[in-house]
């Protein structure tokens, strides 16, 4: 059973925070965080859980937390159903294993199923090819959302994977109604071209990523010309660290202090966030520390 966790009955604010900070209440020994986009929920043995609104986080994970049924949560449940391209990737990985946690219906689309290990009664495994369009074909309709976490482990000349993989499903989307997309792309491509650090723009890209960053221009040009309700999400520099929620996300960096890296696990967050909000429809975005 999932329930929905409730800002009020812990006497606490929702707020809309824009610079990603906490407002923060400690009960029995546990922390609640509350952002704007959700609450995270630490126990003393640094257990966390985390809770979006339009989602939900089950009942028995913040008994445990608490060591009491003290706090009264209302029922929820979701029915949302995703599909997820590159899901065995990096970046992917972090998505079906958070979408799960929000208990969404996840379809991973994945090359080789043998590299994604995760077992789940929400969870369907599609073998395909987003090179292969009748694939892709299969794996498309009945799915309320597609997030991509398309990747490509070679600099190759010439090689236009994502690109063309992308193009295939944004035709199947486009034939199956299937309106809602989110992108996982980097900074440094499109409008943020001159907003990744020095050593990423300057040095790491044109020498080790020149092919990959130009097929990702490609990839931007095609979703931001489709009809559909896309979000570009542009990480800077991807790291295999925890999700912190504290990252900063703007349409541009170019006046902005950041870090120049991010979690995997917290891109795909964000990402999982944009399923339940319009505020970036239409829009590419840079999310960084």
């Not at 922390?31 to 009942?59: L, N, Q, S």
């Not at 590299?115 to 987003?130: A, E, I, M, P, Y």
């Not at 996982?184 to 044109?206: D, H, R, T």
């Amino acid at each position: 059973m999932l329930y929905q966790l409730s800002y009020s009955r812990l006497g606490v604010g929702a707020g809309k925070s824009t610079q990603h900070s906490a407002d923060t209440k400690h009960l029995g020994g546990v922390t609640f965080e509350f952002y704007w986009w959700g609450i995270r929920v630490a126990g003393e043995d640094d257990h966390t859980r985390w809770c979006y609104p339009g989602t939900g986080i089950a009942y028995e994970d913040i008994v445990q937390l608490l060591g009491r049924e003290s706090l009264v949560v209302s029922p929820h449940s979701s029915s949302m159903k995703v599909l997820i391209f590159g899901a065995s990737g990096a970046t992917g990985r972090q998505l079906v294993q958070q979408a799960l946690d929000q208990q969404y219906s996840v379809t991973a689309f994945v090359r080789n199923p043998d590299k994604l290990k995760l077992k789940h009664t929400n969870l369907r495994v599609v073998q395909g090819d987003v090179l292969e369009p009748e694939t892709v074909e299969k794996a498309v309709p009945g799915h309320d959302a597609v997030l991509l976490a398309l990747g490509v482990r070679k600099n190759q000349s010439g090689d236009t994977t994502l690109s063309d993989g992308t193009q295939h499903i944004l035709e199947c989307m486009q034939r199956y109604g299937v309106r809602r997309l989110i992108c996982e792309s980097s900074l440094g491509v499109g409008s943020s071209k001159n907003e990744a650090s020095f050593v990423f723009s300057k040095i790491i890209a044109p020498l080790f990523l020149k092919h990959i960053m130009a097929d990702k221009e490609r990839q931007e040009a095609l979703i931001q010309h489709s009809n559909l309700d896309w979000t570009i999400v542009r990480p800077a520099g991807l790291t295999n660290s925890k999700a912190s929620g504290g990252y900063k996300v703007a349409l541009s960096f170019a006046n902005a202090k950041i870090k120049g890296r991010i979690s995997r696990a917290d891109v795909a967050q964000f990402m999982l966030q944009q399923l339940t909000t319009d505020a970036f429809v239409g829009r590419a975005v840079g999310i960084s520390y």
